[in-house]
């Protein structure tokens, strides 16, 4: 009787065990396919968030670009689609062109397991505003500008002279001076819209050193020091002999020094200081329509732009200056300089007091110059030419939705 007992009580242990391990067999198999389902997640999420950064990459090198991508590989964790579409305007006074991102991740082990990402984009062109800051700008004395500005705070000195913009005046965090005596405004808009507002922050398009010097190692003129470009300023004079092609880009590891005529559409890199010591003027021809259009030059600095002590006291200058240092400035002189007549587009860093750590007065200094005109150059916003010009690209919207 008693081994009877035993026996039917091992049975019921036996059985009671096998149930608990095949309850924790089957919650532990439950636990790895939750594991395996999120990993496959989270490797759709990050191939789709890689589709999105890809784009943005492609965008800032041209903004013009809708190609997408199709099931293009992000090992080893799946694949991205991306689609790009135009998606209108901001609203309000700065009607800013934008994109939308529609990008698709899947998993490489279980492809039915998607993530999807929509981020809606602004695609502006360097050269939107005559010149631009994500930093301090202050306007002197004395200026007269067609064209629009833009800076982070944006604040007006005048003097005898007065300042005139005839374009709007955008800031991003502050504005003073504006109603000041001798200031005048006019965006020639409409009667009732602002002349001044205040927008959302702006990237800086900056100067991709890598870039381009794989560019103009490629098909270009690569220089590893520095470089000076005079005279009559043409694909001859440009190009590197050793290359058969000519892309359009010329770098310099170094310093440049410029002056002269442009006679082709070119963008110049330095991996210093930008040096215009004399004037540097665009040549025009025709187009296949028979419309009379200048030809553009790029002058792109890792640190500054400079007009020398050495250049003279009347300068002409056409081109659209970046600086990435970022001062766009003109070298004081003993005797003082005349007058500058700028056609074109600036866009600049701006830069820290190192002592203070505080922004510097302004990014563009010239004044030097007595009388500064100051005409913003259209055609490098509606018709640009420069090789190989970035585009600035600032997110809006980021949301995940429906596969």
């Known amino acids: 009787m008693k081994k009877g007992f035993i026996l039917v009580a091992s049975l019921f242990l036996i059985a009671f065990v096998a149930v608990f391990l ?7 198999d439950m636990q790895f396919r939750k594991i395996d389902m999120q990993a496959s997640m989270l490797n759709a999420f990050c191939a789709a968030e890689t589709g999105v950064e890809r784009s943005i990459a492609e965008l800032r090198m041209n903004g013009q670009w809708r190609a997408g991508f199709t099931n293009e590989n992000f090992r080893p964790a799946g694949s991205y689609t991306v689609t790009i579409t135009d998606g209108g305007t901001l609203l309000g006074n700065i009607h800013i062109p934008t994109v939308l991102i529609s990008s698709v991740g899947t998993d490489a082990v279980n492809p039915n397991i ?3 990402i ?7 062109n360097p050269a939107r505003y005559f010149t631009s800051t994500i930093r301090k700008l202050t306007l002197g004395d004395g200026l007269d500008i067609t064209g629009s500005i833009l800076g982070r705070d944006v604040v007006f000195e005048p003097g005898s002279k007065g300042i005139n913009v005839a374009g709007n005046v955008e800031y991003i965090r502050s504005i003073t001076g504006q109603n000041a005596q001798g200031v005048n405004i006019n965006d020639n808009d409409s009667a009732t819209s602002p002349d001044y507002y205040q927008r959302a922050p702006i990237a800086f398009i ?10 103009a190692r490629q098909a270009g003129r690569y220089e590893e020091g520095d470089l000076t470009i005079s005279g009559n300023i043409d694909k001859a004079a440009l190009r590197d002999p050793d290359k058969e092609a000519f892309n359009g880009l010329v770098f310099a590891e170094g310093d440049i020094h410029i002056w002269g005529e442009i006679q082709t559409p070119v ?7 930008i040096y215009i010591n004399d004037n540097l003027t665009c040549a025009s021809y025709s187009d296949a329509n028979g419309v009379k259009r200048q030809y553009q030059i790029g002058l792109s600095a890792h640190n500054d732009v400079i007009i020398p002590e050495t250049a003279p006291a009347n300068i002409k200058i056409e081109a659209f200056v970046i600086a990435d240092g970022g001062v766009f400035e003109a070298k004081r002189t003993p005797a003082g300089r005349a007058r500058l007549a700028f056609n074109g587009a600036i866009a600049i860093r701006g830069k820290e007091d190192p002592q203070t750590g505080e922004d510097l007065r302004t990014g563009v200094n010239l004044n030097e110059y007595a009388v500064r005109n100051c005409v913003y150059n259209t ?9 190989f010009m970035g585009y600035v690209v600032n997110m809006v ?7």
């Open 206 to 215: 900056g100067v991709d050193l890598e870039r381009f010097r794989q560019l």
């Open 22 to 28: 095949g309850a924790s067999i089957m919650r532990a």
């Open 397 to 403: 919207i980021w949301q995940e939705a429906k596969p």
């Open 118 to 124: 929509i981020a809606r984009v602004t695609v502006e």
């Open 114 to 116: 998607k993530r999807r």
């Open 267 to 273: 963008n110049i890199i330095s991996g210093g200081n």
């Open 379 to 387: 055609e490098l916003r509606d018709n640009p030419q420069i090789p």
